[in-house]
Protein backbone atom coordinates (compact mmCIF):
# COMPACT_ATOMS: atom_id res chain seq x y z
CA UNK A 1 0.00 0.00 0.00
CA UNK A 2 1.54 3.18 -1.16
CA UNK A 3 1.21 5.65 2.02
CA UNK A 4 0.07 9.79 1.51
CA UNK A 5 2.78 11.53 3.04
CA UNK A 6 2.17 15.73 2.89
CA UNK A 7 5.77 17.65 3.06
CA UNK A 8 6.76 21.31 3.76
CA UNK A 9 10.21 23.04 4.70
CA UNK A 10 9.58 26.67 6.81
CA UNK A 11 12.58 27.68 9.06
CA UNK A 12 13.07 30.47 10.64
CA UNK A 13 15.18 31.58 13.21
CA UNK A 14 13.78 34.73 14.95
CA UNK A 15 16.26 37.07 16.81
CA UNK A 16 13.67 38.91 19.10
CA UNK A 17 16.56 41.75 19.79
CA UNK A 18 16.40 42.85 15.57
CA UNK A 19 14.72 46.08 14.88
CA UNK A 20 13.75 44.35 11.18
CA UNK A 21 10.38 42.82 11.36
CA UNK A 22 10.13 39.43 9.20
CA UNK A 23 7.27 39.92 7.03
CA UNK A 24 6.36 38.35 3.36
CA UNK A 25 9.42 40.16 1.74
CA UNK A 26 11.95 38.67 3.53
CA UNK A 27 10.81 35.30 2.83
CA UNK A 28 10.73 36.22 -0.56
CA UNK A 29 14.33 37.24 -0.06
CA UNK A 30 15.60 34.28 1.49
CA UNK A 31 13.14 31.51 -0.85
CA UNK A 32 9.85 30.65 -1.32
CA UNK A 33 8.90 28.04 -3.43
CA UNK A 34 5.49 26.35 -3.88
CA UNK A 35 5.36 22.52 -4.92
CA UNK A 36 7.30 21.97 -8.48
CA UNK A 37 9.47 25.09 -7.65
CA UNK A 38 10.82 23.70 -4.82
CA UNK A 39 11.34 19.75 -5.70
CA UNK A 40 13.40 21.48 -9.07
CA UNK A 41 15.37 23.73 -6.97
CA UNK A 42 15.98 21.63 -3.67
CA UNK A 43 15.36 18.32 -4.45
CA UNK A 44 18.53 17.06 -5.77
CA UNK A 45 20.80 19.36 -3.00
CA UNK A 46 22.06 19.22 0.79
CA UNK A 47 18.29 20.13 1.91
CA UNK A 48 15.55 18.10 4.18
CA UNK A 49 13.22 17.89 0.85
CA UNK A 50 16.41 15.99 -0.97
CA UNK A 51 16.05 13.37 2.24
CA UNK A 52 12.49 13.48 2.11
CA UNK A 53 12.04 12.34 -1.45
CA UNK A 54 14.45 9.75 -1.12
CA UNK A 55 12.83 8.42 1.91
CA UNK A 56 9.63 8.14 -0.15
CA UNK A 57 11.37 6.71 -2.99
CA UNK A 58 12.50 4.18 -1.03
CA UNK A 59 9.20 3.22 0.59
CA UNK A 60 7.05 4.46 -2.60
CA UNK A 61 5.22 7.12 -0.79
CA UNK A 62 2.61 9.31 -2.56
CA UNK A 63 4.28 12.74 -1.85
CA UNK A 64 3.02 15.80 -1.44
CA UNK A 65 5.06 18.70 -1.09
CA UNK A 66 3.18 22.32 -0.26
CA UNK A 67 5.83 24.19 -0.55
CA UNK A 68 9.57 25.57 0.71
CA UNK A 69 9.96 29.11 2.40
CA UNK A 70 12.93 30.68 4.33
CA UNK A 71 13.58 34.11 5.36
CA UNK A 72 17.09 34.89 6.91
CA UNK A 73 17.47 35.27 10.66
CA UNK A 74 15.53 38.71 11.74
CA UNK A 75 13.15 40.06 13.98
CA UNK A 76 9.58 38.59 14.86
CA UNK A 77 7.75 36.73 11.76
CA UNK A 78 4.53 39.22 11.21
CA UNK A 79 0.97 37.65 11.91
CA UNK A 80 0.36 37.89 8.23
CA UNK A 81 3.57 36.25 6.38
CA UNK A 82 3.27 33.43 8.99
CA UNK A 83 -0.57 32.98 8.16
CA UNK A 84 0.33 33.38 4.38
CA UNK A 85 3.26 30.14 5.40
CA UNK A 86 0.96 28.24 7.36
CA UNK A 87 -2.37 28.13 6.00
CA UNK A 88 -1.05 26.62 2.53
CA UNK A 89 0.25 23.63 5.08
CA UNK A 90 -3.00 23.39 7.24
CA UNK A 91 -5.23 23.27 3.99
CA UNK A 92 -3.14 20.67 2.08
CA UNK A 93 -3.63 18.39 5.66
CA UNK A 94 -7.10 19.03 5.56
CA UNK A 95 -7.38 18.23 1.88
CA UNK A 96 -6.93 14.29 2.28
CA UNK A 97 -6.69 11.67 4.32
CA UNK A 98 -2.65 11.66 4.58
CA UNK A 99 -1.42 8.72 6.67
CA UNK A 100 1.69 11.00 8.18
CA UNK A 101 3.00 14.51 7.99
CA UNK A 102 7.31 15.37 7.22
CA UNK A 103 8.02 18.85 8.32
CA UNK A 104 11.61 20.73 7.55
CA UNK A 105 11.44 23.37 10.62
CA UNK A 106 13.91 25.35 12.02
CA UNK A 107 12.97 25.30 15.83
CA UNK A 108 13.46 28.77 16.73
CA UNK A 109 10.71 30.89 14.99
CA UNK A 110 9.15 33.90 17.16
CA UNK A 111 6.00 35.44 15.76
CA UNK A 112 4.43 39.10 16.90
CA UNK A 113 2.05 36.75 18.68
CA UNK A 114 3.56 33.91 19.95
CA UNK A 115 6.57 32.25 21.40
CA UNK A 116 6.56 29.39 19.88
CA UNK A 117 6.07 29.60 15.98
CA UNK A 118 6.50 25.63 15.40
CA UNK A 119 4.38 24.86 18.08
CA UNK A 120 1.65 26.89 16.84
CA UNK A 121 2.24 25.53 13.14
CA UNK A 122 1.63 21.98 14.50
CA UNK A 123 -1.46 23.07 17.00
CA UNK A 124 -2.90 24.37 13.95
CA UNK A 125 -1.65 20.83 12.07
CA UNK A 126 -3.53 19.22 14.95
CA UNK A 127 -6.76 20.69 14.59
CA UNK A 128 -7.14 19.25 11.51
CA UNK A 129 -5.70 15.81 11.17
CA UNK A 130 -6.27 14.91 14.65
CA UNK A 131 -3.60 12.80 17.02
CA UNK A 132 -4.71 10.24 13.68
CA UNK A 133 -1.35 10.34 12.37
CA UNK A 134 1.97 10.59 13.24
CA UNK A 135 4.11 14.35 12.48
CA UNK A 136 7.62 13.97 12.54
CA UNK A 137 10.05 17.49 12.23
CA UNK A 138 13.46 17.96 11.69
CA UNK A 139 15.29 20.79 13.18
CA UNK A 140 18.24 22.77 13.26
CA UNK A 141 20.64 22.25 15.56
CA UNK A 142 19.99 25.44 17.42
CA UNK A 143 16.66 24.91 18.19
CA UNK A 144 14.84 25.93 21.31
CA UNK A 145 12.86 22.86 21.55
CA UNK A 146 9.46 23.72 23.44
CA UNK A 147 7.18 21.23 25.06
CA UNK A 148 4.87 21.82 22.85
CA UNK A 149 6.57 20.78 19.65
CA UNK A 150 7.80 17.55 21.91
CA UNK A 151 3.69 17.25 22.66
CA UNK A 152 2.73 17.68 18.94
CA UNK A 153 5.31 16.17 17.19
CA UNK A 154 5.69 12.38 17.38
CA UNK A 155 9.09 11.90 15.94
CA UNK A 156 11.69 15.04 16.50
CA UNK A 157 15.34 15.08 14.48
CA UNK A 158 17.77 17.90 14.97
CA UNK A 159 20.78 18.56 12.62
CA UNK A 160 24.07 16.83 14.50
CA UNK A 161 26.69 19.17 12.67
CA UNK A 162 27.36 22.57 13.00
CA UNK A 163 28.42 24.09 10.47
CA UNK A 164 25.09 22.23 9.27
CA UNK A 165 26.10 19.97 6.95
CA UNK A 166 23.56 16.46 7.43
CA UNK A 167 20.74 18.09 6.54
CA UNK A 168 19.39 15.63 3.93
CA UNK A 169 20.54 12.70 6.82
CA UNK A 170 18.71 14.38 9.29
CA UNK A 171 15.63 13.80 6.85
CA UNK A 172 16.48 10.05 6.03
CA UNK A 173 16.43 9.55 9.94
CA UNK A 174 12.78 11.35 10.00
CA UNK A 175 11.69 9.54 7.51
CA UNK A 176 12.83 6.14 8.50
CA UNK A 177 11.22 6.77 12.01
CA UNK A 178 7.83 7.61 10.31
CA UNK A 179 7.69 4.50 8.27
CA UNK A 180 8.14 2.51 10.84
CA UNK A 181 5.54 4.37 12.60
CA UNK A 182 3.43 3.68 9.41
CA UNK A 183 3.64 0.29 9.40
CA UNK A 184 2.38 0.26 12.70
CA UNK A 185 6.44 -1.38 13.97
CA UNK A 186 6.39 1.60 16.28
CA UNK A 187 4.74 4.34 18.53
CA UNK A 188 7.00 6.63 19.01
CA UNK A 189 6.80 9.69 21.26
CA UNK A 190 8.87 12.89 21.84
CA UNK A 191 10.80 14.30 25.52
CA UNK A 192 12.99 16.95 25.87
CA UNK A 193 15.26 18.01 29.28
CA UNK A 194 16.66 21.27 29.58
CA UNK A 195 18.41 23.21 31.28
CA UNK A 196 18.35 27.30 32.11
CA UNK A 197 21.44 28.39 30.00
CA UNK A 198 21.79 31.07 27.25
CA UNK A 199 24.63 29.74 26.38
CA UNK A 200 24.95 27.52 23.57
CA UNK A 201 25.62 23.88 24.56
CA UNK A 202 29.64 23.56 23.90
CA UNK A 203 30.04 27.08 22.78
CA UNK A 204 28.11 25.98 19.60
CA UNK A 205 31.24 23.69 18.32
CA UNK A 206 30.82 19.95 17.04
CA UNK A 207 34.03 20.25 16.00
CA UNK A 208 35.70 20.06 19.23
CA UNK A 209 35.10 19.72 23.16
CA UNK A 210 32.63 17.49 24.87
CA UNK A 211 30.06 17.79 22.51
CA UNK A 212 31.92 15.07 20.49
CA UNK A 213 31.34 12.77 23.35
CA UNK A 214 28.00 13.98 24.05
CA UNK A 215 27.03 12.86 20.12
CA UNK A 216 28.42 9.95 20.97
CA UNK A 217 26.70 9.13 23.85
CA UNK A 218 23.44 10.12 21.99
CA UNK A 219 23.99 7.92 19.13
CA UNK A 220 25.20 4.66 21.33
CA UNK A 221 21.92 5.18 23.29
CA UNK A 222 19.75 5.21 19.94
CA UNK A 223 21.47 1.72 19.63
CA UNK A 224 18.72 0.44 22.01
CA UNK A 225 15.53 -1.26 20.38
CA UNK A 226 13.12 1.35 21.94
CA UNK A 227 14.87 4.27 20.84
CA UNK A 228 14.70 6.09 17.56
CA UNK A 229 16.79 9.22 17.99
CA UNK A 230 18.11 11.55 20.57
CA UNK A 231 19.03 15.04 19.24
CA UNK A 232 21.03 17.71 21.38
CA UNK A 233 19.84 20.85 20.85
CA UNK A 234 22.92 23.98 21.37
CA UNK A 235 19.74 26.67 22.07
CA UNK A 236 19.34 30.02 20.58
CA UNK A 237 19.85 32.44 22.82
CA UNK A 238 18.70 35.58 20.33
CA UNK A 239 15.34 34.50 20.70
CA UNK A 240 14.35 35.73 24.29
CA UNK A 241 11.49 33.38 24.92
CA UNK A 242 10.60 31.43 28.32
CA UNK A 243 11.73 28.41 26.78
CA UNK A 244 15.02 29.56 25.29
CA UNK A 245 18.01 27.38 25.90
CA UNK A 246 19.75 24.06 25.15
CA UNK A 247 17.98 20.46 24.80
CA UNK A 248 18.15 16.79 24.76
CA UNK A 249 15.09 15.18 23.17
CA UNK A 250 14.52 11.46 22.41
CA UNK A 251 12.26 10.09 20.28
CA UNK A 252 11.49 6.91 21.57
CA UNK A 253 8.81 4.13 23.29
CA UNK A 254 9.25 1.72 26.13
CA UNK A 255 10.62 3.00 29.22
CA UNK A 256 10.23 6.78 29.80
CA UNK A 257 12.17 6.54 33.36
CA UNK A 258 15.68 5.55 31.45
CA UNK A 259 15.00 8.02 28.45
CA UNK A 260 14.76 10.96 30.89
CA UNK A 261 17.67 10.00 32.73
CA UNK A 262 19.63 9.62 29.92
CA UNK A 263 18.49 12.97 28.68
CA UNK A 264 18.94 14.51 32.08
CA UNK A 265 22.38 13.01 32.14
CA UNK A 266 23.67 14.98 29.25
CA UNK A 267 21.98 17.85 30.39
CA UNK A 268 23.36 17.62 34.17
CA UNK A 269 26.61 17.75 31.78
CA UNK A 270 26.17 20.59 29.61
CA UNK A 271 25.49 22.92 32.69
CA UNK A 272 28.43 21.70 34.71
CA UNK A 273 30.52 22.70 31.71
CA UNK A 274 28.80 25.98 31.05
CA UNK A 275 32.05 27.72 32.36
CA UNK A 276 33.95 26.21 29.65
CA UNK A 277 35.02 28.32 26.63
CA UNK A 278 35.62 27.07 23.65
CA UNK A 279 35.93 30.46 21.10
CA UNK A 280 38.36 33.01 22.12
CA UNK A 281 36.63 36.52 21.02
CA UNK A 282 39.31 38.84 20.03
CA UNK A 283 38.09 42.98 20.65
CA UNK A 284 38.45 43.98 16.46
CA UNK A 285 41.44 46.07 17.90
CA UNK A 286 43.70 43.11 18.98
CA UNK A 287 42.32 41.22 15.50
CA UNK A 288 43.79 44.50 13.48
CA UNK A 289 46.45 43.93 14.82
CA UNK A 290 47.22 40.23 14.39
CA UNK A 291 46.50 40.68 10.64
CA UNK A 292 48.97 43.37 10.38
CA UNK A 293 51.82 41.27 11.28
CA UNK A 294 50.50 38.07 9.46
CA UNK A 295 52.95 36.16 6.41
CA UNK A 296 50.30 34.43 4.82
CA UNK A 297 52.31 31.02 3.84
CA UNK A 298 50.20 29.16 4.49
CA UNK A 299 47.21 30.60 3.38
CA UNK A 300 44.76 33.84 4.49
CA UNK A 301 44.30 34.57 7.88
CA UNK A 302 40.39 34.19 8.36
CA UNK A 303 39.14 36.98 10.70
CA UNK A 304 35.44 35.95 11.79
CA UNK A 305 33.07 38.80 13.17
CA UNK A 306 31.11 36.97 15.05
CA UNK A 307 29.10 39.43 16.74
CA UNK A 308 27.64 40.63 13.08
CA UNK A 309 26.62 37.30 11.77
CA UNK A 310 23.57 37.88 9.93
CA UNK A 311 23.05 34.09 10.26
CA UNK A 312 21.59 34.97 13.62
CA UNK A 313 20.10 37.86 12.82
CA UNK A 314 22.49 40.58 13.24
CA UNK A 315 22.12 43.44 10.96
CA UNK A 316 25.62 42.36 9.15
CA UNK A 317 26.22 46.42 8.90
CA UNK A 318 28.44 46.50 11.87
CA UNK A 319 31.35 48.92 11.00
CA UNK A 320 33.74 48.42 13.99
CA UNK A 321 36.16 45.29 12.54
CA UNK A 322 36.64 47.63 9.04
CA UNK A 323 37.18 50.25 10.72
CA UNK A 324 39.65 48.49 12.60
CA UNK A 325 41.39 46.66 9.65
CA UNK A 326 41.72 50.31 7.76
CA UNK A 327 42.75 51.96 10.74
CA UNK A 328 46.05 49.20 10.90
CA UNK A 329 46.33 49.74 6.93
CA UNK A 330 45.70 45.84 6.24
CA UNK A 331 46.14 45.22 2.75
CA UNK A 332 45.65 42.54 0.45
CA UNK A 333 42.45 41.98 2.31
CA UNK A 334 38.72 40.82 2.17
CA UNK A 335 35.88 41.98 3.69
CA UNK A 336 32.31 40.73 3.68
CA UNK A 337 29.65 41.38 3.85
CA UNK A 338 28.84 44.50 4.48
CA UNK A 339 24.75 45.28 4.30
CA UNK A 340 23.69 48.46 3.37
CA UNK A 341 21.07 48.53 0.66
CA UNK A 342 21.44 52.14 0.28
CA UNK A 343 24.76 52.53 -0.73
CA UNK A 344 24.83 49.23 -2.95
CA UNK A 345 22.14 51.51 -4.53
CA UNK A 346 23.96 54.79 -4.86
CA UNK A 347 27.24 52.70 -6.04
CA UNK A 348 25.18 50.99 -9.17
CA UNK A 349 24.60 54.29 -10.41
CA UNK A 350 28.18 54.63 -11.22
CA UNK A 351 30.97 52.75 -13.38
CA UNK A 352 33.54 50.86 -12.56
CA UNK A 353 36.99 52.74 -11.66
CA UNK A 354 35.05 55.59 -10.51
CA UNK A 355 36.33 56.87 -7.31
CA UNK A 356 33.63 58.42 -4.74
CA UNK A 357 32.69 59.21 -1.36
CA UNK A 358 30.75 56.83 0.37
CA UNK A 359 28.84 56.68 3.90
CA UNK A 360 29.23 52.95 4.58
CA UNK A 361 27.05 50.71 6.96
CA UNK A 362 26.20 51.12 10.77
CA UNK A 363 22.81 52.53 9.88
CA UNK A 364 20.70 50.00 11.64
CA UNK A 365 21.52 50.64 15.14
CA UNK A 366 24.99 52.20 15.70
CA UNK A 367 24.91 51.18 19.32
CA UNK A 368 25.54 47.61 17.90
CA UNK A 369 28.74 47.69 15.86
CA UNK A 370 29.44 51.19 15.41
CA UNK A 371 28.19 54.22 13.26
CA UNK A 372 29.11 54.59 9.39
CA UNK A 373 32.15 54.99 8.05
CA UNK A 374 33.06 57.83 5.57
CA UNK A 375 35.44 56.31 3.29
CA UNK A 376 37.16 57.32 -0.34
CA UNK A 377 36.56 54.14 -2.50
CA UNK A 378 36.93 52.92 -5.66
CA UNK A 379 34.19 51.04 -7.29
CA UNK A 380 35.28 47.55 -8.58
CA UNK A 381 32.23 46.14 -9.85
CA UNK A 382 28.51 45.91 -9.25
CA UNK A 383 25.89 43.05 -9.92
CA UNK A 384 22.43 41.68 -9.07
CA UNK A 385 23.69 39.67 -6.63
CA UNK A 386 22.81 36.22 -7.63
CA UNK A 387 25.47 33.76 -7.08
CA UNK A 388 25.06 29.63 -6.73
CA UNK A 389 26.57 27.94 -4.01
CA UNK A 390 29.91 25.82 -3.89
CA UNK A 391 30.24 24.69 -0.55
CA UNK A 392 29.30 21.64 1.53
CA UNK A 393 26.34 23.76 3.28
CA UNK A 394 24.63 25.46 -0.22
CA UNK A 395 26.12 23.82 -2.97
CA UNK A 396 23.97 24.00 -5.93
CA UNK A 397 21.51 26.56 -4.27
CA UNK A 398 20.75 29.79 -6.21
CA UNK A 399 20.83 32.69 -3.45
CA UNK A 400 21.02 36.63 -4.15
CA UNK A 401 22.61 39.42 -1.94
CA UNK A 402 20.59 41.59 -4.02
CA UNK A 403 22.17 44.59 -5.92
CA UNK A 404 25.67 44.20 -4.71
CA UNK A 405 28.75 46.46 -5.39
CA UNK A 406 32.82 45.51 -4.38
CA UNK A 407 34.79 48.85 -3.96
CA UNK A 408 38.44 48.93 -2.57
CA UNK A 409 39.41 51.41 0.13
CA UNK A 410 43.07 51.13 1.04
CA UNK A 411 44.06 47.46 1.06
CA UNK A 412 40.63 46.08 1.35
CA UNK A 413 38.25 45.16 -0.97
CA UNK A 414 34.65 45.11 0.82
CA UNK A 415 31.52 43.39 -0.29
CA UNK A 416 28.43 45.72 -0.15
CA UNK A 417 25.09 43.46 -0.50
CA UNK A 418 21.38 44.64 0.11
CA UNK A 419 20.32 41.13 1.94
CA UNK A 420 21.89 40.18 5.22
CA UNK A 421 23.40 36.74 4.88
CA UNK A 422 26.13 35.14 6.97
CA UNK A 423 29.50 34.50 4.63
CA UNK A 424 29.74 30.82 4.46
CA UNK A 425 31.03 29.51 1.25
CA UNK A 426 33.48 31.21 -1.20
CA UNK A 427 31.33 31.68 -3.78
CA UNK A 428 29.90 34.44 -2.10
CA UNK A 429 33.04 36.22 -2.57
CA UNK A 430 34.22 34.57 -5.99
CA UNK A 431 31.04 35.26 -8.10
CA UNK A 432 31.32 39.16 -7.21
CA UNK A 433 35.45 39.11 -8.43
CA UNK A 434 37.24 38.94 -4.93
CA UNK A 435 39.26 35.68 -4.81
CA UNK A 436 39.95 34.69 -1.58
CA UNK A 437 42.31 32.33 -1.12
CA UNK A 438 45.06 34.78 -2.63
CA UNK A 439 44.39 37.32 0.18
CA UNK A 440 46.52 37.58 2.75
CA UNK A 441 43.78 38.34 5.09
CA UNK A 442 39.90 37.61 4.91
CA UNK A 443 37.42 39.29 7.35
CA UNK A 444 33.87 37.79 6.83
CA UNK A 445 30.96 37.92 9.34
CA UNK A 446 30.20 34.15 10.45
CA UNK A 447 30.22 32.45 13.99
CA UNK A 448 30.40 28.95 12.67
CA UNK A 449 29.25 27.88 9.34
CA UNK A 450 32.44 29.69 7.51
CA UNK A 451 34.45 26.90 8.65
CA UNK A 452 33.23 24.31 6.21
CA UNK A 453 34.18 26.22 2.86
CA UNK A 454 36.85 28.29 4.58
CA UNK A 455 39.29 26.19 7.27
CA UNK A 456 40.52 23.79 3.88
CA UNK A 457 41.91 27.27 2.66
CA UNK A 458 43.02 28.97 5.76
CA UNK A 459 46.70 29.56 7.49
CA UNK A 460 44.56 30.70 10.66
CA UNK A 461 41.34 31.49 12.21
CA UNK A 462 40.61 33.89 14.35
CA UNK A 463 37.19 35.00 15.70
CA UNK A 464 36.29 38.34 16.78
CA UNK A 465 33.53 39.88 19.00
CA UNK A 466 32.73 43.74 16.94
CA UNK A 467 29.93 44.48 19.66
CA UNK A 468 27.04 43.71 17.12
CA UNK A 469 23.91 42.61 17.87
CA UNK A 470 24.72 38.67 17.72
CA UNK A 471 27.05 39.48 20.57
CA UNK A 472 28.46 36.52 23.28
CA UNK A 473 28.17 38.95 25.54
CA UNK A 474 24.53 38.48 26.26
CA UNK A 475 24.41 41.36 29.28
CA UNK A 476 24.35 43.73 26.49
CA UNK A 477 20.62 43.10 25.94
CA UNK A 478 17.53 43.42 27.23
CA UNK A 479 15.99 40.25 28.17
CA UNK A 480 12.15 39.93 29.48
CA UNK A 481 11.30 36.71 28.82
CA UNK A 482 13.39 34.21 29.39
CA UNK A 483 13.48 32.56 32.68
CA UNK A 484 15.25 33.41 35.36
CA UNK A 485 17.22 32.87 36.70
CA UNK A 486 19.71 32.22 33.79
CA UNK A 487 23.07 31.60 33.17
CA UNK A 488 24.77 34.03 32.31
CA UNK A 489 22.46 36.66 33.54
CA UNK A 490 22.05 35.41 36.65
CA UNK A 491 25.25 33.96 38.61
CA UNK A 492 25.54 31.44 41.92
CA UNK A 493 22.57 29.48 41.45
CA UNK A 494 21.91 25.77 40.87
CA UNK A 495 18.80 24.10 38.93
ZN1 LIG B 1 21.87 26.54 13.22
Redesign the pocket.
Known amino acids: MAYNILTAELMH ?1 TNTFSRIATDEQAFRNGYFLVGADALAERGQQNTELAGFLETGRKYGWQLDHVLSAAAGPSGKVTTAAFDWLVEPIVAAAGSKPYDGILLGLHGAMVTDFCEDGEGELLRRLRTVTGDRIPIAITL ?3 ANVTAAMCELADIIVS ?1 KT ?1 P ?1 IDLRETAHQAGEILQRSLVGEISPRTVGVTCPMLEEVNGGRTDMGPMIEWLRAAREWEQRDDVYAVSINAGFASADIAEAGPSVVVTASGDWQAHTEFASGIIAEIWNQRHQVLNDYLEVGAAAAIAARYAADSGPLIIADYADNPGAGAYGDATCLLAALLEAGIDDACFGPMVDGATAQQLSQHQPGDRLEISLGGKVDPAYGGAPLELQVELLSTSDGRYVGGGAMIGGLHRSFGPTAVVRSGGIEILVTTLAQQLLDLQQFRSFGIDPVAKRVVALKSMQHFRADFEPIAGRVIVCDSGALATPNYQRLEYRQVRRPIFPLDENFEF
Open positions: EDLHYYH
